[in-house]
Every structure is written in C-alpha cells, then in structure tokens.
C-alpha cells in the first residue's frame, strides 16, 4: 500500500467537486466524445456500413460474426449485449445499425429503450446493396444533424468510467508504467469515478492478493469464481497457464514467479477496495474500482469496457501497441523511453521519465490523470489522430465447462 | 447458347507456374492489431488488398495454428502477385515466421513489423515501398491462356439443402467443370475431428448430392496433395473441404484452400466477397431477387436445362472481368474459431 | 518509493516500489560490488550488489531468512528458498512461488 503522506498527496488533487467538460446524454451518461457510429449488426453487413460512412466523419465498426442456424444461447446474449453497450456508449451520440434481414430490428428496440438516438437500414429490404448504401447514406445525414447539436457542459469527474488495459508487456510494465496508471486510477476512485481492471488471465496468481480487497464476502468469491474458471477453460483445451507462466521471455526479463507477474498486472487498477465483479460487457452498478472478466486479447478487453460504458481508456505497453477503438479515446503509455521515442508516432506519455529520475511514480501518476481529464475534454489521442479503429467480437468462452461442447483436438 | 466451357480465358504465369485470374498484390495483417496499418499501407494503391481478420492475439495452439494456415494459404493464392506481411511483433502468430512460410512456397514476399519500423506511420511508408518493389517484381510475370484445368472452383455449402431442382443445377455445374479437368473443392459442413494426429477430418455427413462422384477429402484450408503449383495444376478432380457451417468463414477457407473462384448459392443473407477470389453470386428466386443488381447470375423459380451453362458462363466472364463487389472494394473475411481467446 | 540518493536529476539505480518491500528493482544493469543507496519508507538502505544483477531483476534490500516471504509491491510475490542477504540476486534460483499450484488460498 502507499505509504499515508503519498496517499493524502493525490487526494487532494482529485477533487470531487472539480467538474469537466463532457457531453450529456439521454441514456444517464456522460461522453468524453460525440461520435455517430454506423454498426453492422453481422459481418456480411460490414461492407455495406464501411460504404455508408465513407467520407462522412461517423465512426464504423467491421467484425467477422456470423449467427450460426443454432446458436449458443450464452453466446447470443453476450454477443448482443456488447453491440447494445457498444452502441448505447455514452460517447455515441447516435447510431445508425445496419442489419442483413428483418429479423434483427429487435436491437433497434433494444437501444431506443435505452435512450438511445438510433436508426436502422435492413440491406435484404433496401433494393440490394447500392440501394442500402444510399438509404443508409439518407439516415445517417438526419444522424449526423442530430449529433452536431450537442454540446459540452459542466460534469462531475466522476462521471469518468476508465478502462485500464495492458498489451505488449515487458519487464518494465510492473514497475513504471502499471503502478504510475495505478496511482491515477486512485485518483479516478477518489475523485468519484469508476476504474475497470481487467484481462482475467493476467491476473491469475494473484487471486488471493485482490480477494483481500474485497468490499465484501460476496464480492471476493467472485474474484476467485472468475479467476479458477478461466484456467479452467484454458486447461480443457490442454493448455496451462499457470503452469506456463512466468514464460522463459518473462524470466529472461526479471519475473520470478506468477504471483508477482499477475500483481504487475493488476497494480494498473490502483489500490482501492473492489467493489464488484462484473462479467464480460456488463455495466457496474456502483462507483470505484471493478473488475470484469474478459480475455487477454487486447481488442476483445477494450470492447468489453467500452460495451459496459467506458469513455475513455489508459493502455500501457512494453513493447508498443499502436491500437485505439472507433469510440473511446485510448491514451498509450509506454514503459519505457525507447519504445516511447520508437514509436512516438503511437505513444502519448512515457512511464520511462521514472527511469531517468525525472518523475517519481507519483508525479507520473499524477501526469497520467491531468492527461485523462485533458483527453476526457478533447485532446486528441495518438491512436484518435492514426484512426485506429480496432473491434473484435468475443465469444462465450465457457461452453466447454458448462458440458455443452467437447473441445476438438485441432482442425489439422 | 454455345458451350460456356470453350471460352478462351487468360490470366497471369506465376514463378511456380501456377495460374492466376487475377493480379493482387495482398497486404496481410499477421495480427488484428496490425490491421490498421494494412488498411493504410494499402489505400488508394492500385491492386493492392488489404485483408482484416480477427485473430493472431491470445489464441490457443490450435487456433494459431488455423490461423496461420489460413494466412499463409491467402499468401500464396495463384490469384495473388506478391503478399507484404504486416505485423506487430509481439502475437501469437510470429509475422516473421508468417513471412518466411510465404515465401518458402515461392511467393514473392516482403515483411513489415510496426514495432521494428517504429510506429504506424514508419510503417506505412515502408509499407508503401515494399508494395510498390512488389509491383515492380510482379509485372514480369507473363500473361498466358489458362485452361480449366488450371483452375480450382471453390462451392460453398448453401446449395446442399436447396431443393431438388435448385440443387441439380449446381450438381451439373460441378459435373461439367470435372468434365473439363477442373478441380472443385466443396465446402461441407458438420466435421468431426479424429484426434490429434489426424491429418484429415472426417466430414460427419458427406453431400447425397455428390454421391455418386470419387472425391477426396481435405482441412479447413488446407493443403491439396498433388495439386500444387509446380506442376502447373493438374486437376485433382472433386475434393470435398470440412469446413464451418458460417458462409464468410467458409469462402475464407475455400480461398485459402487455393481456389481460383468462388461459386456461392444466395438463398438468404446478403452476397459478401472474398479477398483474394472473386466470388460468383448464383442468385435463387425468389429471394435473391432483392439482389438482382449485386448477383451474377440469377436461377429462377423453375430452373431449365440451360441453368448450369448460365453458370458456367457467369464464371467464365468472372475469370476475365472484375465482379461488382470487387470494384467497390467490398469483401469480407472470417477465420473459423475453435477455441475461446485466453 | 525510493529512489538513489545523489544528486538531483541523476538516473536511479534501482527502484523500490512500496515501503514494506525486501527487494528493490535493478533499472540499470548492476556488476558486481556496485554500490546501492535506497531509500526504504523513513530509512535508507545501503548495500553492494554481490553479483551481476541483470536489468529489470531484483535484488535484496534487507536480509531473508530460508521461508521468509519475497516482498515487493508491498505484497508477498513467493518464499525464500535459501537465507538471502542484502546485495543478492533474487530471482528463480532461490525463490519459490506459492501460487504455481492451482488452488484458492
């Protein structure tokens, strides 16, 4: 734990009282952006909604799923209630859906209960594909007039949901970069708002560390639940991560044991209590820190956040990951100087000033929240001025323990 | 109508001597997370396509396996003139390696990595010049006559549940491209894995329709005995692919598979392309009269005896001309998953 | 959080990342017999590197008994497989993980 006097340092930076600049929407929730977003509701509509953003300025979406004649039930509801989150993200401002048949309006339902400005093009209804192209151009235009009415207004700071991920680790992100993010999402806490900690797998070893934290009884058997049931899936299909990790690249590079890899990790959530388990895409219903189960996979993690309402996100990386998301602004920090001077072209702040004596863990946490609330008001990302868009659809991973699929061996 | 099968086709003499229908030059993303960078590297380059995919990143051995394949197979297409792998430097499917095994199979091939580059925009500009050297090395590869012989036909699996007289017009299509020494792979869904070992999977059910044809059996995407691209491609007859029952995921597998062209049966949904395989939308009234403007050939209600030619015509004027949805840039790519991500 | 205690602006040696921890984190590559100052909560800790301790790697601030707990982050990350002495490399050789086996504590 930090020692008191660092502690009351922060805390009387993150002011509850302070306000910034965000969009207020119908939906309950604050936007650090005001993005109209064109989302194919299936991959084979991916096509149509890229033709029908083209040169207009909406944010779009491609993914590669494809409903199958009988679907997993598990599967349907996590699918659908990351593109209804997705869609339904404070920082959209509308969104036009774009489904192949009829039968998928019932998300367009969906996200107008919700509050939601949206509208829809059905391609199978529109006189094929140039025909739903120009309609869906038609809507979109009404969508983009209603956006451009919407203004900033004052907003408490903790209106702030921020998802915190770690990609592309390397020796240094347990020691600059993840404990400088930590410090900062203490400061989100305290200050109000939400941190997301997440990527499940990364956090095991640590299990027991993070329960301790627990707000409640409840709420640390969750963390156990989430953690034992992932390796679990992992080892169904013959694979072992725990007893894989540390890698021989991690042990090469400094990393003793699981438990001290996975509690790097998990230092970029910050020190505060945990106050709620929440599975993939699914909305906290409390302030402070959570965690949601998600998978390592980079993409995936950042839409599970951003599905569950995150405005805006703080990625570090070891090694330099140049992705963003069409939504949210991703603020990228490096471990170190290298990688920050390498790839500058992707990388917003550099945890290595720790290294140089020119920031001490505080001072850069205290960095990393003064560059939230700036990119939360506005300021451009790395990764915003690239156009970096990733999106991955994540699917239900736990069939194979629920006794509904046995794994195949291998497609070869 | 004469006989679609005597149309003279033309396309481009590999350095294998494989033939292709056309002149790509691929920008592949060993990683989704390098995606971006292969849109960019590719844009507004004449010729050049870039694919985007979902995988690469915290998958399982099995699915880094498919996945790789997958690439590789897209890589090498006869279709396409040289490939650039894009990557990031840090996934499960290594670009180098990814690099390395295109160009083992003799494909002209160039490597970038946004970490070594330094940054999306370093790498797009290197991107942009290993493209245009990949150009420069492509225009020597002739121009010839390709016979059907040269070709594999990629069939999706819609066509097996239409009805009787739907369904017969795409077995007489297959029969006539057999006929004239074309390889078909057939996609058929539902296989069953026989354990890790197992070189090829068994299909759970094999196609009634095709009953009656020899055929053998082969992966998702995977590799065809004795019909690769040194010998020029001496017809392999009919191969049936275990594949997914997920259209896109199957036309991947099919392109990757090595076919030239891609026959698929809209009943339902919407027409989607293919990256490096132009794809013939064989239209079935009714529904696909809602598509009559995005589909190359229509099949009605009734179908005559003439249906199959109309077909084989349809892909014969593929072979030689560019498809709609490849003049809109428009296809789609998926990889089918077996294995949750970590 | 300490970092090496001469003159401001200079590169720290090593860096401790909470008050509790036995371990501090080599962020240069330290050779043997190099001298280390760190400043751990109210204390400064001074030690020599008793082998090459590579970068990023850990190496002992305060001496640990064979089954002590490794401290960093101010939590236990394994035990001590052997007595570890200020200045020492701690790392696989003499460390051991209390998580490697699956399980809930």
């Known amino acids: 734990m930090i020692s008191g006097e660092e502690h009351t340092g922060l805390r009387a930076r993150a002011d509850p009282m302070d306000t910034i600049q965000l969009y207020r929407r119908a939906t309950g929730g604050w936007g650090t952006r005001n993005h109209v977003l064109v989302m194919p509701l299936v991959a084979s509509a991916s096509g149509v909604a890229r033709a029908i953003s083209r040169g207009t300025g909406a944010a779009w979406v491609e993914h590669d799923y494809e409903p199958e004649a009988v679907e997993l039930p598990e599967n349907a509801a996590r699918i659908a209630r990351t593109f209804s989150g997705f869609v339904t993200n404070p920082n959209v401002a509308a969104v036009l859906l774009v489904a192949d048949i009829a039968q998928r309006a019932p998300m367009l339902d969906a996200v107008q209960s919700a509050g939601q400005r949206a509208d829809l093009v059905v391609v199978a209804e529109s006189g094929g594909i140039a025909g739903a192209v120009a309609r869906g151009r038609e809507r979109l235009a009404a969508l983009l007039g209603d956006a451009a009415a919407c203004q900033r207004e004052p907003a408490p700071v903790g209106a702030l949901m921020l998802g915190t991920e770690c990609g592309g680790s390397d020796a240094l992100s347990g020691i600059t970069a993840n404990p400088a993010l930590g410090e900062a999402s203490d400061a989100v806490v305290d200050a109000g708002g939400t941190v997301i900690l997440a990527e499940t797998t990364e956090l095991i070893g640590a299990e027991h560390l993070l329960a301790r934290r627990a707000v409640n009884r409840a709420v640390a058997d969750d963390i156990y639940r989430i953690i034992s049931r992932y390796e679990a899936v992992v080892r169904a299909y013959g694979e072992d991560i725990r007893g894989a990790n540390p890698a021989p690249g991690n042990i090469e590079g400094g990393l003793t044991t699981i438990e001290e890899k996975s509690l790097g990790a998990a230092k970029k959530g910050g020190t505060r209590p945990i106050r709620q388990v929440l599975e993939y895409a699914v909305r906290p219903s409390t302030h402070g820190l959570v965690i949601m189960d998600t998978p390592g996979s980079d993409i995936e993690q950042m839409v599970g956040m951003t599905a569950a309402g995150s405005q805006i996100a703080v990625f570090t990386t070891g090694r330099g990951t140049p992705t963003g998301s069409p939504i949210i602004p991703v603020i990228k920090i490096a471990t170190n100087a290298h990688v920050a001077a390498r790839m500058a072209d992707n990388i917003d702040l550099s945890a290595g000033l720790i290294l140089e004596g020119a920031e001490t863990l505080q001072s850069m946490g205290r960095r990393i929240y003064d560059t939230i609330l700036a990119v939360a008001q506005g300021a451009l990302t790395k990764a915003e001025q690239l156009g970096h868009r990733e999106f991955a659809v994540s699917r239900y991973p736990f069939a194979v323990l629920d006794g509904i699929a046995t794994p195949p061996t291998g497609v070869r | ?342 | 959080m300490g970092m090496v205690i001469p003159p401001a602006g200079a590169r720290p040696a090593v860096l401790v990342l909470n008050a509790r921890d036995t371990v501090a984190v080599a962020v240069v590559s330290l050779q043997p017999g190099t001298p280390v100052t760190v400043t751990r909560g109210d204390a400064t800790v001074r030690t020599t590197a008793a082998a090459l301790i590579p970068f990023a790697h850990k190496i002992a601030i305060v001496p640990m008994g064979a089954g002590d707990p490794v401290i960093k982050y101010g939590e236990v990350i394994g035990y001590a497989l052997t007595p570890i002495q200020p200045g020492e490399h701690v790392h696989v050789h003499n460390v051991r993980s209390d998580r490697a086996g699956a399980g809930r504590g």
């Not at chain 2, 083992?104 to 091939?109: E, F, P, S, V």
């Not at chain 2, 995005?294 to 072979?319: K, S």
């Open chain 2, 1 to 342: 109508m004469g006989d679609a099968l005597t149309v003279r086709l033309r396309g481009r003499i590999r350095p294998t001597g494989a033939r292709g229908i056309r002149h790509h030059l691929l920008v592949v993303p060993s990683v989704l997370c390098a995606a971006q960078a292969a849109s960019a590297i590719a844009e507004g380059i004449p010729g050049a396509v870039a694919i985007e995919h979902q995988h690469g990143c915290a998958e399982l051995t099995s699915d880094a396996g498919l996945t790789e394949q997958i690439l590789v197979g897209l890589g090498t297409h006869p279709n396409v003139a040289g490939t650039l792998v894009v990557s990031l430097g840090c996934e499960s499917v290594q670009g180098l390696l990814l690099y390395r095994a295109i160009e083992r199979r003799r494909q002209r091939a160039e490597f970038v990595g946004i970490q070594q580059a330094g940054g999306t925009l370093a790498a797009i500009r290197a991107g942009r010049e290993a493209l245009a050297r990949l150009r420069d090395a492509a225009d020597e590869d002739p121009e010839g006559p390709v016979g059907w012989g040269d070709l594999r036909i990629g069939v999706e699996a819609a066509w097996l549940s239409l009805p009787a007289p739907h369904a017969a017009v795409f077995v007489g299509v297959i029969r006539r491209l057999l006929a004239r020494g074309a390889t078909v792979i057939q996609a058929v869904p539902g296989f069953v894995e026989r354990g890790p070992s197992a070189t090829v999977p068994e299909i759970a059910t094999p196609p009634e329709a095709l009953a009656s044809l020899p055929a053998r059996t082969i992966g998702y995407a995977g590799q065809i005995p004795g019909d690769r691209a040194e010998s020029g491609g001496a017809g392999a007859g009919l191969l049936l692919m275990a594949a997914p029952a997920t259209r896109i995921a199957q036309k991947t597998g099919l392109a990757a598979a090595g076919a030239h062209v891609i026959l698929s049966a809209l009943a339902e949904g919407l027409p989607a392309g293919c990256p490096v395989a132009p794809v013939v939308h064989v239209g079935i009234a009714p529904y696909a009269r809602l598509f009559a403007r995005d589909v190359e050939v229509m099949v009605d209600e009734r179908p005559d005896a003439e249906a199959p030619e109309a077909v084989i015509a349809a892909l014969a004027t593929v072979c030689r001309e560019e498809t709609a949805a490849e003049a809109l840039g428009m296809f789609e790519m998926a990889i089918h998953r077996i294995a949750p991500t970590m």
